[in-house]
């Protein structure tokens, strides 16, 4: 597992060849995220990732400690993912300060 910077997420979500998976509830979700992001809540990311073994699966939630423990499970899975380290608030830090819109 490889972890990424608030900063780095940014590009990867420009990038779009990446799966960006979003931990956190579905109402956080609905307030804001990442754009480009897919909401798959902490107990149901299992079936909803069946079949893409070998893709790069970037995780974040709130703070950083789920995706942290998330990806590592996944690593085991077979799954290559990165975890972006402060999550979403150091993420909501990152796009404050550059102004720009979260979706």
Request: positive net charge; proline residues 1%.
């Amino acid at each position: 597992m490889e972890t990424i910077s608030a900063k780095e997420l940014e590009r990867y979500a420009r990038d779009g060849r990446y799966l960006i998976i979003d931990l956190r509830s579905v109402e956080e979700y609905r307030r804001e995220h990442v754009r480009g992001a897919v909401n798959v809540p902490q107990g149901k990311f299992h079936g909803e990732l069946s079949g893409k073994r070998g893709e790069s699966v970037i995780l974040y939630c709130d703070r950083g400690a789920l995706s942290m423990s998330v990806a590592r499970e996944l690593e085991r899975q077979g799954y290559r993912t990165k975890s972006v380290v402060g999550g979403f608030r150091a993420y909501k830090g990152i796009d404050k300060d550059s102004g720009r819109a979260l979706r």
